[in-house]
């Protein structure tokens, strides 16, 4: 018979990782944003492109922060049995 624990640590060592992809896709979105955002002043200096619009806050990366919150949360709630999520 299995232990009570093992389905736990099963869903903590989900959290764990949904929360290292969270982390690396973010590190990884902020990098390429970076790179367009350098591409696209070159692009206006050498005068190719107007670039008078402003250039958007990404979605994308506010739905990925607000998830990484979520999910250190419920960790924290699954490792110290406290929290919003206990």
Known sequence: MKSGEAHRHFGEAL????LAM?????????LFVAG?????EMLKTDGLIHAESGYPVSFTL?????LLAI???AIISMVFNMGPFD
Do not use: F, P, S, T
């Open 22 to 30: 969270l982390v690396i896709g973010i590190a990884y979105h902020v």
């Open 62 to 66: 506010i739905v990925a922060i607000l």
């Open 15 to 18: 959290v764990w990782l949904g």
């Open 71 to 73: 999910g250190v949360l």
């Open 36 to 40: 367009l955002r350098r591409e696209r």
